[in-house]
């Protein structure tokens, strides 16, 4: 088993968020669990459907091998003063989108180190509950690298905090929280990785379905639901459009606020 000394920041983190899990007497529940490396480089590609959807997948992965993750994170954050100072004792991945080819290489830089990297590639928190469409980085780092992807699916975790909805404390209070690693997606040299990553949305909507299908806590007419399920939350298409028009709104404000010649 490969544990981690000489890390007190990552350390110290762990430690909180578990206190933190433990003052909310989350419940989990893991599927799939061996499919964890003890050892070695790996992609994790997980699902997000939450903002706390990195630190639930690391609270699990430290219980069960002490292992720690590298996140690629956005530069925004890496910029917050105290949120930034983390990131980096942490050694998490500084994600620039204007210049990503670093952060490509920094990862795969850190899976042939024989490091876990963590990505999530539908690439931020989709509020329709469901998966969709991947970019094809965790494909390419994992060929690249010659390491396997490990599909990872949480289920319950954005009932702690996700996009448009703000849980109150007696919401997020003994939350079932539901983890299924996948077994892991070997990348051949001559795979094509969109192939990879058509394959890898199929297996993680399958783990999604399945946790869905086993949750305990009905979700009939519940924001947390998707609406295929009889949920109140957006449909795809409608967590699409809305997620389009802020980015656009972001785009306006971004170009108001640039000084002009």
Sequence with gaps: MRTRSGEPIYSTAITAG?????????????TGLTNLPDAGGAVLAI??????DFALVEWMTWRKNRRHIRFMAKKGAFDKPVVGWLLRGMRHINVDMTAGAQAYADAVRALGAGELVGVFPEGGVNASFTVRDLKTGAARMAKEARVPIVPIAVWGGHRLLTKNHKPSLGEAY????????????????????????????????????????????????????????????????????????????????????????
């Design 18 to 30: 578990r206190a933190i899990f433990g003052a909310f007497r989350l419940r989990p529940s893991v």
């Design 47 to 52: 699902t997000h459907f939450g903002y706390a």
């Design 174 to 261: 003994r939350t079932p929280v539901s983890f299924a690693v996948g077994t892991p997606i070997t990348v051949g040299a001559d795979d094509d990785p969109q192939k990879v990553t058509d394959r890898l949305h199929g297996v993680l909507q399958g783990l999604v379905d399945g946790l869905q299908a086993r949750y305990p806590d009905p979700g009939a007419g519940r924001w947390w639901q998707p609406a295929h399920l009889g949920g109140t939350a957006p449909t795809p298409a409608e967590a699409a459009a809305t997620e389009a028009e802020r980015q656009r709104r972001k785009a306006a404000a971004r170009a108001a606020a640039t000084p002009t010649a």
